[in-house]
């Protein structure tokens, strides 16, 4: 297992946002969250990075307990993210993105992470956007920009929050090619996302989030087919 | 494929800058001493603005405090001159060290607040070095002092100057500060071009564009700003210790004023154009141009300065230097790093 929670429980005041969360995801493995609006799922990516300190739990990633360990320390050791919001540089160019991230993200000098920038500035269709200022790109680019920077933290677990919302169809589809690629290469991906059929073109295992309680966890047919969840999430009547 | 921040105009800029740098040199040997008086305030000033210029432009740490290290730093060279005799020049290095010491606590105290209770407590914490500095009868107490007759009559140094250009001692005097000015003016310069170009350099613009997603691609965040904080602090007491071994004569009103050491180096900053290099070198020459035109003019002078500031915040928010190098693209000391290909958009 790369990642396992155990028991996680965050509350902001009286409002409970995770509440008792456990499960694993093994190496190599996409796992998708869904989940209403409110559900916690932005909160479970901070208690897995380490933005923010669960009340109790346990968060262990491969196989060392992270549970107190500060974010910057899980970035080092292959936490990386994505930001729901786009959250490029602006100032600097998308290489410069990526050279940071590589550079502080890996502990490695600026010139040791050149190849890498440019190899993953072309599996995310940014190279030719390589000199460009981040602040100046359209919304596919700044959501490619997301997952490249992320990447180029060299994680072992990419966490990807809700990047293909937003997009046209067309877009979606390109980012989700890009996505699978990662994938099929062996990257294990947590990816939490509304577009449904973007998520389960890639993800192995589907897991529910409801009121900071996971309430389904299993393979995407299993759990669109499931009554329940069906409820709660798509609001149907069953 | 390959990463260079090089760029022609980088290179004829950094041939004429040291041709500047050479002149600036020789200057004393036919300037009068006005024009070398003149000279050290615009490059003492200049040096205070590149501090700033870091600490806001690129650290995003909006101070307005700076005061504090200044009057902290002469202070303690003038304490080093008047309670252990040590020579005005050898006693500078104090200045940095007590603007150090300085900071470390005010970091503690002003790193928990943000955005503007940052700058309003950088400012409290100048506030309070300055009244405490005022209590010290030793050193002239409220009214201040200068620097002892015995201590500024052979200065280390200004002999040489006076026969070298034949001039007497107090013009000898002027020479050596502001030979030491201009080094420091441009060591300043060229430790924060040398930073820039580091790693550490893409880090502090990381910071400076969004803290949240910095610490996201593991970038210490708080460490780099403790760093720029200290370093900044260091270098503005080395400054203002410089500054009053060329003026001789001090009070905590004027050493801790925040309208000489922040206002008006914030003035520049911002007209000039923050977070470049560029920028505070174009804002201390129309600063000073200013000054110049508007110094007959009382309270007129400080009202016209402020106008100008609104008006360039407004139509030029990243100053006359973002203004012009918009216009043509053009950069002094280039930093970015552009990916070397012929098909790729975007090459300035």
Redesign the interface.
Known sequence: MILTLTDVTKSFGALKVADGVSFSVPQGQALGIIGPNGAGKSTLFNLI?G?IAPNSGRITFLGQDVTQRP??AR??MGVG?S?QIP???????V???L???A?????R???AV?EDC?AILRDTEL???????AGALSLLDRKRLELA?AM??GPKLLLLDEIAGGLTEGECQALVATIKGLHARGMTIIWIEHVLHALTAVVERLLVLDFGKVIALGAPTEIMASKEVREIYLGMEA | MRVTTSTRTGRIAGLSALALVALALALPAFASRAVIQDLFTILTLLTLAQLWNLLAGYGGLVSVGQQAFVGLGAYAMFAGVILMGLDPILAIPLGGLAALALSIPTAFFAFRLQGAYFAIGTWVVAEVTRLLIAQWKTLGGGTGTSLPREATSDILGVEPIRVLFGLREAAARDVLAYWLALALAVLTIAAIYALLRNRLGLALAAVRDNTEAAKSVGIDTTRIKWAVFLIAAFVTGLTGALIYVQTARISPDAAFSVTNWTAYVIFIVVIGGIGRLEGPILGVIVFYALQQALADYGAWYLLTLGLIAVVVMLFAPRGLWGLLSDRTGLHLFPVRRRLERIDLEGGK
């Open positions: 990075t933005n974010a910057m970035v080092r993210r930001f959250q490029p540089f602006e100032g600097l160019t290489y410069e993105n050279a940071v991230a550079s502080f993200g890996q502990g000098s600026e010139a050149t440019i190279l030719r956007l390589a000199n460009t200022q920077r180029a933290t």
